[in-house]
């Protein structure tokens, strides 16, 4: 074979032992009859010259090269190492019975001598063969392209280039990813060889051939001069490095020398073509190995020589680099390296703080916690996307302890769940040594330009850097927009189409005739079979059945689909559209809500799969017809779009906290009228990830009312994921409002009743609210444990009190938490307690069964987790459920829209309310979602901007390009 062999690599196996006489010359790989594949058994492959005694000089008593004589067949050792090779595709393919072992061969050459001799090699050992082939005089780029392709290809395991070397570059033969590079002659492979590191390496299978054959010898090699002529580059190399490690003594020469080869007690002729070595120059014994023929295919070169023998090699490497991937594939031990904190006193401000820790590089943490090269997509430095395949690879891994963070009931200044979660991770990853992984919502952009500022967590506990984190992320919002807004134009523009448009004309322009032929697109397709059309031939529907097909006959005041927009403004809560004369006159009413509204945000986090994901995107309702039928994304022919939009959008941010611990930022649904919790792949990718000992912490938004109420009966019965522990977060300041204490607002001072000692508060907020939330949650049968976030105002006495109340009110645990000034170090406390409830047995149940009339869910919501006496529906919420319950959407769970609050649906009546009747004015479904909800009060879904919005602080240094005022 010709010089692409050199992209061949197997690894070095054990040989057996030979013994041979030793006297005479001994040439390998030079009688064409000795090494044809199947040749008879008794054929010789050492083969020793007649002129072995010393002094001999005649040419003419040289031997023929390819006299057999004595020795091992050649054959047998390629049948060895074949048996062994296949042995070893057995024992893989009954450990994995779905691999498929795969070498891929591109071809840019017109010989296909050497081609078939190694896919009949691999047929011999059972591995699949694809084949690329390209024209001789094909570019750099071209092959290039197609070494990428095979590079992200998970079903080829090794690469051969059979090219002309003038094609086998450099920049080729590094482009090849490692690997599946089985000829080990990449840059990476031949670094490893000389280093000695094999594990990952392949050994080049023309070099592996030449040491079999010289093991093979009839004296040790160790100690012993060997001569290599010819062949420089990746083989050289190998040659050189393989004959050092096993002891011998490397000469090399670029042309056949008198003078060395009578030094050698073995030659190696790697230089192409025929070389004669007359006998006078050998002593005795010398074993001769000739790759001449190996090496070269062209001009009329034989296909012997060890040709068959690297074929064999380059098959076991194949395997061997199957076996090393499906390895791969297994679950990894987590090499998690934490980052140092030093704590200042006073806190810094929280990006004061971000900007001082340096984050590991995203690749580098990615590998820590066991995700593959190929599971990542690196955007920037600091972050990357995580691809779903991972929930296949990791399938059979047990999943790790699943803990919620909820809260008591909010105060607008906020009581730290974010913080808490960020806490609580950093203090089990860096501090208790545990995998552990934070799960968090994404923050929308109108917070965090509006009242809220950023939303990365806060002091000592926070997602690094938190710029990035607030501000885009990796685009999931926008696409999101994008998406909602797809919709919104598409109703638009169909109603106005078929109010100007009659049957014929309409049906001509949705199935237009292209090149003179008419057909359905799939999605058109499966619009017919809801209408229960079986044909699928446009010039064959009736026409009714063409009237049935292009009219949706969208009533413009049941449109229920709102285009939306990452920014509070209050101005977009009621518009017009339609006013231009273009339109011809079709104008109506409609609003904008906040993006993060928008029912595709609520089926990101909820769907478990690209392809659940696009079913849900299909099934949402977006009005009703004037006969009072759903009208869907799907009849609209737009939800392959939207999964098109939404595709990158589905796959969580990796993302790290301050101490270098993993997170997952990932949808961040509405929480006052979705159930407003991160995505459920997050979780289920974290769950997997950290294993059956580690822990994954998500967070739930508001109180434990409406947060951990919508995770535990519409998240938890999505995912089919069941909690281990709740953290339920308090304040001291928060609870002494829930006992009576003044309003307060963002933005102003602290009345003296928050910053002075008050126990009668404390008691009083603990005896209502957080009683009430912890009852909340044992509705559910999850234990819970108290997380008190304090804050330099809270004095021990009231630190203390806290504690022992909710003990007292049926906590696990409650335990009082610094992360805020301490980092993972300020909640090992929390972290013990989390781990010593996560170790109970859970009794999670569900508040209601699905078959539960809407009603009677409503009905159990409100009596069971508010406190309510009862509900009271509207005529418009009943004439709601009545629709509903005929369109077959009955069995789904509710998701109550209300004030976060309180536990009322008036936001003035703190710690529990008592002795009142929750209104449900209106009565939506989120189709697609999967959810109905039920609107108690009014509820905005598009804040507006304050007086003084936090963008005042916000701004941009030109030159250094940092931010300020972000939180």
């Known amino acids: 074979m010709r010089l692409s062999t050199l992209r061949h690599a197997c690894r070095n196996l054990p040989t057996p032992s030979v013994h041979q006489p030793r006297t005479g010359v001994r040439v390998f790989g030079l009688a064409k009859s000795s090494l044809r594949l199947g040749a008879s058994s008794n054929s010789q492959l050492l083969l020793r010259a007649a002129s072995s005694v010393s002094g001999t000089t005649s040419a003419e008593k040289a031997p023929k090269l390819g006299k057999q004589t004595d020795g091992p067949g050649y054959e047998n050792i390629i049948r060895e190492n074949v048996q062994r090779t296949k042995e070893e595709m057995v024992a893989l393919q009954r450990g994995h019975p779905a691999l498929k072992p795969t070498l891929a061969i591109i071809q840019a050459d017109e010989d296909d001598r050497l081609l078939e001799l190694n896919k009949k090699m691999a047929g011999k050992i059972g591995l699949n063969v694809t084949q690329i082939c390209l024209p001789r005089e094909c570019t750099e780029d071209e092959i290039i392209e197609e070494v990428l392709k095979l590079n992200e290809d998970p079903r080829v395991h090794g690469v051969y280039l059979h090219l002309p070397p003038a094609s086998l570059t450099s920049r080729v033969l590094n482009t090849l990813r490692p690997e599946k590079d089985v000829d080990g002659v990449s840059d990476l492979n031949v670094g490893r060889l000389v280093r000695g590191d094999m594990n990952q390496g392949f050994i080049p299978p023309l070099a592996n051939a030449v040491m079999e054959l010289l093991a093979r010898h009839d004296t040790s090699m160790e100690g012993r001069i060997v001569l290599v002529v010819g062949g420089e580059g990746p083989l050289g190399v190998a040659l050189q490095c393989l004959m050092q490690r096993r002891g011998m003594v490397v000469l090399h020469s670029q042309r056949s020398s008198e003078v060395l080869q009578k030094q050698a007690n073995a030659v190696v002729l790697l230089a192409a073509g025929h070389m004669y070595v007359p006998p006078t120059w050998l002593r005795p014994g010398t074993a001769v190995i000739h790759c001449g023929s190996a090496l070269m295919t062209d001009h009329g070169m034989d296909m012997s020589g060890v040709g068959p023998l690297t074929a064999a090699l380059r098959m076991q490497n194949v395997v061997q680099s199957s076996s090393r991937w499906a390895q791969g594939q297994q679950y990894r031990p987590w090499t998690l390296r934490s980052l140092k904190l030093q704590p200042l006193s006073p806190v810094p401000s929280d990006i004061e703080i971000s900007r001082a820790q340096t984050p590991k590089p995203v690749d580098q943490l990615a590998q820590e916690i066991g995700l593959l090269q190929e599971e990542t997509e690196a955007y920037g430095r600091t972050k990357a996307k995580v691809r779903l ?20 009931t909010p105060t607008p200044l906020g009581e730290g769940k974010s913080t808490v979660v960020i806490g609580l991770v950093q203090a089990l990853s860096a501090h208790l040594k545990l995998n552990s992984f934070a799960c968090l919502r994404q923050p929308s952009q109108g917070p965090t330009f509006g009242v809220k500022g950023g939303a990365a967590g806060g002091g000592y506990a926070q997602v690094i850097p938190m710029e990035e984190f607030n501000l885009h992320l990796t685009g999931d919002i926008h696409a999101i927009t994008a998406a909602n807004n797809l919709v919104a134009a598409a109703i638009d523009a169909r109603m106005l189409h078929e109010a100007t448009q009659k049957d014929k004309a309409l049906y001509s322009r949705l199935v237009p005739s292209v090149n003179g032929v008419r057909h359905f697109s799939p999605i058109q397709i499966s619009r017919l079979r809801r209408l229960g059309i079986s044909e699928i031939d446009p010039s064959a529907l009736t026409p009714q059945e063409v009237s049935s097909f ?72 977006v009005g009703s017809s004037r006969s009072g039928q759903p009208v869907t994304a799907e009849d609209l022919g737009v939800s392959g779009a939207l999964a098109v939009l939404m595709k990158d959008a589905i796959k969580p941010t990796l993302m790290q906290t301050l101490e270098g611990s993993p997170v997952f930022v990932h949808a961040g649904p509405f929480a006052n009228i979705a159930h407003g919790n991160s995505s459920v792949l997050a979780d289920k990718l974290a769950l997997k990830l950290v294993g059956e000992n580690g822990f994954v912490v998500t967070e739930a938004g508001f109180g434990a009312d409406i947060g951990m109420e919508k995770f535990f009966n519409i998240k938890c019965r999505a995912s089919g994921l069941r909690p281990n522990v709740v953290v339920l977060v308090a304040t001291v300041r928060a609870l002494k409002m829930h006992g009576g ?227």
């Open 389 to 408: 395949s991972l929930l296949d690879r990791l399938r059979e891994q047990p999943d790790g302890k699943y803990v919620l963070v909820a809260g008591i």
């Open 550 to 621: 292009v009219r949706l006959d969208l009533d413009p005041a049941k449109v229920t689909w709102q285009r939306v927009v990452d920014t509070n403004d209050r101005f977009l809560r009621k518009i017009t559209v339609g006013q231009a004369s273009t339109e011809k006159g079709h104008v109506r009413e409609t609003q904008f809500d906040i993006a993060v509204a928008s029912e595709i945000m609520a089926i990101l986090a909820l769907a478990d799969g690209l392809g659940d994901m696009k079913t849900r995107l299909g099934r949402m309702v």
């Open 741 to 967: 204490g003044p309003n307060v607002s963002a933005g102003s001072p602290l009345p003296r009743e928050y910053i002075d000692e008050n126990l009668s508060l404390v008691v009083k907020g603990c005896s209502s609210n957080l009683r009430k939330q912890i009852q909340i949650a044992h509705l559910f049968g999850v234990p819970v444990v108290v997380a008190l976030n304090v804050f330099k105002t809270d004095t021990q006495a009231e630190i203390d009190l806290v504690c022992q109340m909710a003990k007292e009110s049926g906590a696990s645990d409650a335990v009082p938490c610094h992360h805020w000034a301490r980092g993972g170090r300020g909640s090992v406390e929390l972290a013990q307690a989390v781990k010593q409830a996560g170790s109970q047995p859970s009794h999670f149940q569900f508040l209601y069964s699905q078959e539960t009339p809407i009603v009677e869910k409503i009905r159990m919501i409100a009596q069971k987790v508010y406190g309510a006496d009862d509900i009271e529906l509207s005529p418009e919420a009943q004439a709601k459920i009545d629709y509903y319950n005929q369109q077959g959407y009955g069995k789904l769970p509710i998701c109550m829209a209300k004030t976060h609050l309180s536990l009322s649906h008036l936001p003035e009546k703190k710690g529990t309310p008592t002795g009142f009747t929750l209104p449900i004015r209106d009565i939506r479904a989120s189709i697609g979602a999967g959810f109905i909800y039920p609107l108690v009060g009014t509820m905005s879904t598009m804040p507006g901007l304050p007086t003084r919005p936090c963008f005042y602080d916000i701004d941009l240094d030109p030159v250094t390009e940092e931010i300020t005022g972000l939180f």
